[in-house]
Protein backbone atom coordinates (compact mmCIF):
# COMPACT_ATOMS: atom_id res chain seq x y z
CA UNK A 1 0.00 0.00 0.00
CA UNK A 2 1.26 3.80 -1.19
CA UNK A 3 1.18 6.25 0.97
CA UNK A 4 1.58 10.08 -0.07
CA UNK A 5 4.09 12.51 1.23
CA UNK A 6 2.35 15.50 2.65
CA UNK A 7 5.48 17.45 1.85
CA UNK A 8 5.82 16.61 -1.77
CA UNK A 9 2.31 14.93 -2.64
CA UNK A 10 4.69 11.95 -4.31
CA UNK A 11 3.97 8.44 -3.67
CA UNK A 12 6.42 6.99 -0.61
CA UNK A 13 7.09 3.49 -0.82
CA UNK A 14 7.16 1.17 1.72
CA UNK A 15 11.13 0.96 1.90
CA UNK A 16 11.86 4.59 1.83
CA UNK A 17 8.98 5.71 4.16
CA UNK A 18 9.67 7.51 7.43
CA UNK A 19 6.41 7.55 10.07
CA UNK A 20 6.10 10.26 11.93
CA UNK A 21 3.27 11.76 13.98
CA UNK A 22 0.89 9.31 11.73
CA UNK A 23 1.82 10.70 8.40
CA UNK A 24 4.68 9.03 6.11
CA UNK A 25 7.06 10.89 4.55
CA UNK A 26 10.13 10.62 2.31
CA UNK A 27 13.19 10.76 4.14
CA UNK A 28 14.34 14.10 2.79
CA UNK A 29 10.87 15.40 3.31
CA UNK A 30 10.85 15.01 7.12
CA UNK A 31 13.04 18.05 7.88
CA UNK A 32 11.40 21.25 9.38
CA UNK A 33 9.55 24.00 6.83
CA UNK A 34 11.52 26.84 8.57
CA UNK A 35 15.06 25.83 9.01
CA UNK A 36 15.06 22.89 6.81
CA UNK A 37 17.11 20.70 9.46
CA UNK A 38 16.54 17.02 9.21
CA UNK A 39 13.62 15.85 11.79
CA UNK A 40 13.52 12.57 14.04
CA UNK A 41 10.66 10.63 13.21
CA UNK A 42 8.16 10.66 16.36
CA UNK A 43 10.38 13.77 17.77
CA UNK A 44 9.49 16.80 16.43
CA UNK A 45 6.37 19.00 16.24
CA UNK A 46 3.74 19.45 13.66
CA UNK A 47 1.89 22.11 12.51
CA UNK A 48 -0.90 22.40 9.54
CA UNK A 49 0.12 19.05 8.26
CA UNK A 50 3.79 20.29 8.29
CA UNK A 51 6.93 18.99 9.93
CA UNK A 52 8.69 21.58 12.23
CA UNK A 53 11.47 21.62 14.92
CA UNK A 54 10.56 22.12 17.88
CA UNK A 55 12.63 25.45 18.11
CA UNK A 56 11.11 26.49 14.89
CA UNK A 57 7.60 25.44 16.48
CA UNK A 58 8.13 27.02 19.46
CA UNK A 59 8.93 30.72 18.15
CA UNK A 60 6.26 30.59 15.95
CA UNK A 61 3.20 28.66 17.25
CA UNK A 62 4.47 28.13 21.17
CA UNK A 63 2.91 30.18 23.78
CA UNK A 64 3.56 33.78 23.75
CA UNK A 65 5.82 35.07 26.10
CA UNK A 66 6.78 38.59 26.55
CA UNK A 67 6.40 40.43 23.21
CA UNK A 68 6.91 44.60 22.83
CA UNK A 69 3.26 45.11 22.53
CA UNK A 70 0.32 42.99 23.98
CA UNK A 71 -3.08 43.63 22.97
CA UNK A 72 -4.26 43.92 26.76
CA UNK A 73 -1.35 46.79 26.39
CA UNK A 74 -3.40 48.43 23.19
CA UNK A 75 -6.82 48.63 24.83
CA UNK A 76 -5.01 50.36 28.07
CA UNK A 77 -5.06 53.81 25.97
CA UNK A 78 -8.91 53.80 26.01
CA UNK A 79 -8.97 53.71 29.48
CA UNK A 80 -7.34 57.60 29.79
ZN1 LIG B 1 8.19 13.80 -0.04
ZN1 LIG C 1 13.32 24.43 12.50
Not at 1 to 15: D, E, L, Q
Not at 19 to 37: A, E, I, M, V
Request: hydrophobic share 20%.
Amino acid sequence: MVSYCPICGKPVYFGEKRRSLGRDYHPLCLKCQTCNRQLTAGQHAEHDEKPYCTNCYMLLFGPKVPRPVQPWQRNQRNQT
